[in-house]
Structure formats: structure tokens, C-alpha cells
């Protein structure tokens, strides 16, 4: 079982910068494929980066330039770089994790677990 806790949402305008964390318990978190994925009101849950146990890298064509996702595994913690922020970032942003090696990293249902969510609101 993991449990996963985002932090560092909040309000921003727009062009400006928030760094997403997402604390991980559990001894085995290098181990899984890590990834962010946000909701926005009366929209499905989109995929925004992911990154493997490996270290290889995904994002969303949206997002790519402008954020950057990262983990310390000594930390246990995943995080969201995301700069120059535009007013339809705004969303829920949750952290995932998921056992499998195998499947898309761009798929939830790739994941095992999720945490509870943190609001990102750009001003425009």
C-alpha cells in the first residue's frame, strides 16, 4: 500500500511559477512509476507527466517547455515544476503511482494509486 500527499497548489497569475510536491510513504517508491494528472471542472482527468523508475520522461504535448517533473527517491517525493502558467492550467493536480512497468505511462489506469488532489488556479 502507498500513500500519497500533495502540497504546493494555490493561486498564481498568469506567467507565473508553482512547484508541486507529492510525499510518498512506503520503501519500495523508486520503484514505481510516478505521474501527475490534473481535472478541470466538467472535464475528464488528463494526463500531464510521468515519470519512470528508470527515469525516462513524458509529457503532455500542453505542457511540455514549461513544466518539468522530477523525484528524489531518497526523499520519497515526486515533484511538478511549472513555470510560465497560463489561465487553462487551472485544475486539480493529483499524484499517481503505479507498479506496473508495462502500459502507457499517459494512461490512469495504469496507476495504482492516487492522492487526494491539490487546486492550481492561474489568473488571467
Do not use: H
Request: glycine share 12%.
Amino acid at each position: 500500500q502507498v500513500q500519497l500527499v500533495e502540497s504546493g497548489g494555490g493561486l498564481v497569475q498568469a506567467g507565473g511559477s508553482l512547484r508541486l510536491s507529492c510525499a510518498a510513504s512506503g520503501r519500495t517508491f523508486s520503484s514505481y512509476r510516478m505521474g501527475w494528472f490534473r481535472q478541470a471542472p466538467g472535464k475528464d482527468r488528463e494526463f500531464v507527466a510521468a515519470i519512470r523508475s528508470g527515469g525516462s520522461l513524458f509529457y503532455a504535448d500542453s505542457v511540455k517547455g514549461r513544466f518539468t517533473i522530477s523525484r528524489d527517491n531518497a526523499k520519497n517525493t515526486l515533484y511538478l515544476q511549472m513555470n510560465s502558467l497560463k489561465f487553462e492550467d487551472t485544475a486539480v493536480y493529483y499524484c499517481a503511482a503505479g507498479q506496473s512497468a508495462t502500459g502507457s505511462s499517459y494512461l490512469p489506469a495504469n496507476y495504482d494509486y492516487w492522492g487526494q488532489g491539490t487546486q492550481v488556479t492561474v489568473s488571467s
